[in-house]
């Protein structure tokens, strides 16, 4: 057996494990390999480092694409260890020479028998990765006490994380009542409905998958863009068998025309299809294998339900569901014309990961951006609240007597030059892969392109991992707050009694000798600017509020 040490030479510098919270695509850094046999039917095995500890679990593997099945790697997940006997964390039996790496994940895996160049140490075998479930946190109660410890993609979780154990910063530094408050309203469940959301094209069906041909046992779910299963001898994902299993599509259709369509669906071993009447199957050939056809008369733009169930024996598999219509030409159906079914699902889930040294402040402020979210430090301790929880009860009123005269004035804003086209970078942790999305997640304004004369973009958004209807939500948040505003934000000088307002503040602007009245606006910043003559004064930046969808819980 040849040992290569690929990390040997390499300036540590270069060496950085990765802060990773949620759920993630991760190649990490190939430390080590291993030769077994004679070419070409060697085995080669790899260390791989993943990140700072502790992970949860491996949700599949693959090396060039060709899947590493889990009898063939073994998930250290980064626990602190004992030492070299610890049959989590301690020596590995196949790098043998190695120390136990306490607190850094990372991963043994074989590859297949010729698999990988011979010579690792002239041909390092790159191309290892997986999907993982990452940091393993606490959770508090209103006190502060630690009451779990699991893992989450809870963006309040992953801040008193980064807070706590990794920033070092002491509990007592965090309102754990308001905290408490912001995590249940970012974890509540609402209604993932693609079909409620404003311009928005189709991207798939919802897709579960079953080992069991009538549906026995649950594996996992996905959003599938097209349903199309090329003939394959493999199964249709990861941890589902390769004979006897089940599938069930479900969500709505958009018809292009009104017109009758017909329905294909061609298919190995049994398959139903409903469109609009869930009661009733258009096709139903549970028990037979071949493509197959019906009829129904569909309505331009209009959403019907549809639902799709297809169970595979042994042999190869082939599942294909096309539509025709006398303008529409016979193809698979396009995902644009096809919505997942609406689940009930957190408000708010966050996927980051700092792949380089990051200052606490900016990895905080990181994940509050992906929530819609902010901090307030009121008498020493860090609050932290959801934008879309802002209610009217407690406004602050600025009025004539809480703004100093001539402080404040009013900048209309230049719609001609305004950015009308907005993108998010993402991708989505509802695809089987972690893929990007099949089409952008983008906003545009029409109405500010008409003005400008031209679509004004820039740099996409990072939104790291999300299901595209949080990413929509989130850019449209962020759109809504750039945008949704007759002036450029507003800065004025506030009177002793202004003190207690914050930045991430609600407030009435309502100030007589400017013509404003009653402006519901939001503090972006509150500065104290003390001087001899003014000790007590205050600056604050303001813009208007903007009208937030807030989407209610289930």
């Known amino acids: 057996m040849t040992i290569v040490n690929h990390l040997q030479g390499l300036d540590a510098q270069r060496i950085y494990h990765a802060v990773a919270y949620g759920k993630h695509l991760v190649t990490g850094n190939l430390a080590k390999s291993s030769v077994a046999g004679s070419d070409p039917t060697h085995v080669i095995t790899l260390q791989q480092m993943l990140g700072r500890g502790e992970w949860n679990a ?5 090396f060039k694409g060709l899947e590493v099945k889990s009898d063939k790697y073994i998930f250290h997940p980064g626990t602190f260890s004992s030492g070299m006997s610890d049959p989590v964390q301690g020596q590995s039996a196949v790098f043998d ?17 010729g ?33 779990d410890n699991s893992y989450s993609a809870s963006p309040a979780r992953e801040t008193a994380d980064l807070i706590i154990r990794l920033g070092n910063r002491p509990g007592s530094r965090i309102d754990w009542s308001a905290w408490c408050d912001w995590r249940d309203f970012l974890g509540e469940n609402i209604a993932h409905d693609y079909t409620a959301l404003t311009d928005f094209d189709g991207i798939g069906l919802l897709t579960s998958l079953y080992n069991g041909t ?37 969500g709505k259709i958009k018809a292009l025309f009104t017109e009758t369509y017909t329905f294909y669906i061609g298919h190995t071993h049994g398959a139903k299809v409903w469109v609009d009447d869930l009661g009733t199957p258009l096709i139903d050939q549970w028990s037979s294998t071949g493509t197959h056809s019906a009829t129904i008369a569909l309505t331009a733009g209009q959403l019907y339900d549809i639902k799709i169930e297809w169970k595979h024996t042994t042999g190869n598999a082939d599942l294909k569901f096309e539509w025709q219509s006398t303008s529409q030409t016979r193809e698979v159906i396009n995902h644009r014309c096809l919505y997942p079914k609406s ?34 430090e009121v008498n020493g301790k860090l609050r932290f609240f959801c934008l879309e929880q802002l209610g009217t009860d407690d406004r602050y009123h600025f009025d004539n007597d809480a703004v100093k005269d001539g402080s404040l004035t009013l900048k209309p804003r230049d719609l001609r030059t305004m950015r009308n086209s907005w993108k998010a970078h993402l991708r989505d942790v509802d695809s089987q892969y972690l893929e990007e999305p099949i089409d952008p997640v983008l906003i545009e304004r029409p109405d500010l392109i008409e003005l400008a004369g031209r679509t004004i973009d820039g740099e996409a958004i990072e939104l790291f991992n999300c299901n595209i209807h949080q990413g929509y939500r989130t850019l449209d948040n962020i759109v809504r707050r750039n945008v949704d505003s007759k002036w450029q934000p507003i800065t004025f000088t506030g009177m002793p009694e202004t003190f207690p307002v914050l930045a991430g503040d609600r407030t009435l602007l309502d100030v007589e000798f400017r013509d404003l009245t009653n402006i519901d606006t939001l503090v972006l910043e509150s500065n104290d600017s003390p001087s001899e003559s ?5 600056t604050f930046t303001v813009q208007e509020w903007p009208d937030f969808t807030v989407y209610d819980a289930v």
């Open 214 to 250: 009538a549906f026995d046992t649950f594996v996992s779910k996905r959003v599938d863009p097209v349903i199309e299963f090329v003939t394959s001898s493999g199964s249709p994902g990861v941890g589902v068998d390769v004979d006897n299993f089940s599938v069930r599509f479900e």
């Open 58 to 62: 491996c949700k599949g593997l693959w």
């Open 115 to 147: 698999v990988g160049d011979f010579d690792t140490k002239t041909s390092p075998p790159v191309g290892l990765s997986g999907i993982f479930e990452t940091m393993v946190i606490d959770d508090h109660d209103s006190d502060g006490d630690v009451t």
């Open 97 to 113: 020479t190695d120390v136990p790496h306490s607190l850094l994940a990372w991963i043994e895996a074989e590859l297949a028998t």
């Open 343 to 376: 689940e009930d699902r957190p408000r708010y889930e966050t996927h980051p990961f700092f792949s380089a040294p990051t200052r606490l402040d900016d990895a905080v402020k990181t994940i509050l951006s992906l929530c819609n979210s902010v901090v307030q």
């Open 534 to 538: 003014t000790a007590d004064e205050r």
